[in-house]
């Protein structure tokens, strides 16, 4: 531990991941989860989702193995591996978690929640106060002591349901979330495969876009101007 560089207390390492392009960061403790032994705190990194085109989908196929790629989950893998690289020159471990290992190692939403980071919507998901649902988390594993955050004070979903009225399939409602009945479901029922089916949309010839109307219908952030490269590119 005497290698490790001064630079990485808790405020320098989130000032590292804001300037490593991630809208939010903030920290758990290992105390609250059940990761392995030289993990001792997880560094919690959301990326804002202002556009649709984050949920943008690409089917690749290569070498007998088939794979949908999402753009905003192949973005935060890219950038959690770049600051795991970074903290690691400066003498700590750390590893990024892919997509696939946030599923089975972290609960994103309990991390994202305990971090301080959002509140738990009636839609289901994280809801930041900035960014509303338009957001989504990766995580960097390390070894390094961090002083974890608290989970926010106030609950500022509305509990106006639009997301439930935005759902055409009643996966959400009063009695909470039925994955069965999602059309993003990732092992859908034949009957949802169906309805899938019906609903995907084709942005580009080899994109698609899943339902994601519980997250564009929250008014919660709803309003915050996204600048895409051909706005900026004359400024
Ligand atoms: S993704 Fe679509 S189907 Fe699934 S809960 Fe959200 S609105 Fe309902
Ligand atoms: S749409 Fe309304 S009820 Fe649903 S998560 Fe947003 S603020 Fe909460």
Not at 72 to 85: C, P, V
Not at 131 to 147: A, K, Q, S
Not at 166 to 175: D, K
Request: proline share 5%.
């Amino acid at each position: 531990m005497d290698t490790i560089s001064k630079l990485l207390d808790t405020a320098s390492v989130k000032r590292l991941a804001l300037a490593h392009g991630f809208d939010k960061v903030g920290i758990v403790s290992a105390e609250d989860f059940d990761f392995p032994a030289r993990v001792h705190s997880a560094i919690v990194l959301g990326c804002a989702t202002l556009d649709e085109a984050y949920d943008y989908e690409m089917y690749i196929q290569y070498q007998g193995q088939r794979k949908w790629h999402k753009a905003i989950y192949t973005l935060l893998e890219a950038l959690s591996a770049r600051l795991a690289y970074t903290l690691r020159q400066e003498g700590c471990r750390a590893e990024h978690l892919t997509f696939e290992d946030s599923i089975s190692v972290i609960d994103l939403k309990k991390a994202a929640v305990l971090a301080g980071l959002g509140t738990l919507g009636l839609n289901n998901v994280v809801v930041n106060k900035e960014y509303g649902p338009r957001i989504r988390f990766g995580t960097v594993f390390t070894d390094l002591e961090l002083e974890p955050d608290r989970p926010l004070d106030d609950y500022y979903c509305s509990s106006c349901t639009i997301c439930w009225g935005a759902c055409l399939t009643w996966a959400l409602g009063p009695n909470g979330f039925d994955r069965s009945r999602c059309i993003a479901e990732f092992n859908p029922t034949p009957e949802m495969l169906e309805r899938q089916r019906q609903m995907l949309k084709f942005p580009t010839p080899v994109t698609r876009l899943q339902c994601i109307s519980c997250l564009t219908s929250c008014p919660i952030g709803k309003r915050l101007p996204v600048e895409m490269w051909f706005d900026v590119r004359n400024k």
